[in-house]
T-cell receptor, first 113, second 112 residues
Framework: NAGVTQTPKFQVLKTGQSMTLQCAQD?????MYWYRQDPGMGLRLIYY???????DKGEVPNGYNVSRLNKREFSLRLESAAPSQTSVYFC????????????FGQGTRLTVV | GESVGLHLPTLSVQEGDNSIINCAYSNSASDYFIWYKQESGKGPQFIID?????DKRQGQRVTVLLNKTVKHLSLQIAATQPGDSAVYFC???????????FGAGTRLTVKP
C-alpha cells in the first residue's frame, strides 16, 4: 500500500517549457487535490477533483490544467512554465467518508529557470 | 477572499513543556477545521480535526479548541517532544466541503 505517489520528485524546466506532474493513489479515494507550497506561504490549492470525472478550480489555478484520468490518477499540467511557478507541488487525496484526513504525496520540487 | 491565517510564524519551547499553536479563520461557513504537521522534506500529515459545532476535541497528547465567537482555533500539544518539531498548519473544509484550504503555518522548535 503505497498511499499517494507523485512523479517526478525533482524537475528543472526552462521558461516556456511544458510538463505534466503525475499523481496516483491506491486507497480508492474519491477526492484528489493539487497544492503548491512556496516559502512562507503555506499550501495553496490549485485544483481539486471531488470525484472521477469532475475538476474544479482552487485558489491559484492560472497557468495550470488538470486531468482526472480515472479514480486513481490526477495529473497537473504546466503548458508554458514561468519562473513564478517555481515551487513544491503536493498531491493529496481524501475518502468520501473522511474528507478532513488528507493523505499527501512526498512532493515534486519544480524549478523554472 | 476569506482565508485561514496564523498568529505567529515560529514557536520555540522546551522539551516537556506544553505548546500552543494558534490560528485565526474568517470563513464562518466551514464545516470542519483541521490541524496538519509537516516534517522537513515530507508532505503534511493529519493530526486532528474538529467539527464547527464543537468547542473542544482531544487526541493523543493533542487538544484542539475552537472559539467561534472570535473565529480562533488552537492546537495544544502536551509534554512536547523533539519529534514534535515541525511546521503545523491549520486548514478548513470550504463551503462545499470538497476543497481544503491551508493557513501559512507555524514552525515549532523543541529545545532539549
Amino acid at each position: 500500500n503505497a498511499g499517494v505517489t507523485q512523479t517526478p520528485k525533482f524537475q528543472v524546466l526552462k521558461t516556456g517549457q511544458s510538463m505534466t506532474l503525475q499523481c496516483a493513489q491506491d486507497m480508492n479515494h474519491n477526492s484528489m487535490y493539487w497544492y503548491r507550497q512556496d516559502p512562507g506561504m503555506g499550501l495553496r490549492l490549485i485544483y481539486y477533483s471531488a470525484s472521477e470525472g469532475t475538476t474544479d478550480k482552487g485558489e491559484v489555478p492560472n497557468g495550470y490544467n488538470v486531468s482526472r484520468l480515472n479514480k486513481r490518477e490526477f495529473s497537473l499540467r504546466l503548458e508554458s512554465a514561468a519562473p513564478s511557478q517555481t515551487s513544491v507541488y503536493f498531491c493529496a487525496s481524501t475518502s468520501y467518508w473522511v474528507r478532513t484526513e488528507a493523505f499527501f504525496g512526498q512532493g515534486t520540487r519544480l524549478t523554472v529557470v | 477572499g476569506e482565508s485561514v491565517g496564523l498568529h505567529l510564524p515560529t514557536l520555540s519551547v522546551q522539551e516537556g513543556d506544553n505548546s500552543i499553536i494558534n490560528c485565526a479563520y474568517s470563513n464562518s461557513a466551514s464545516d470542519y477545521f483541521i490541524w496538519y504537521k509537516q516534517e522537513s522534506g515530507k508532505g503534511p500529515q493529519f493530526i486532528i480535526d474538529i467539527r464547527s459545532n464543537m468547542d473542544k476535541r482531544q487526541g493523543q497528547r493533542v487538544t484542539v479548541l475552537l472559539n467561534k465567537t472570535v473565529k480562533h482555533l488552537s492546537l495544544q500539544i502536551a509534554a512536547t517532544q523533539p519529534g514534535d518539531s515541525a511546521v503545523y498548519f491549520c486548514a478548513e473544509n470550504g463551503d462545499n466541503n470538497n476543497d481544503m484550504r491551508f493557513g501559512a503555518g507555524t514552525r515549532l522548535t523543541v529545545k532539549p
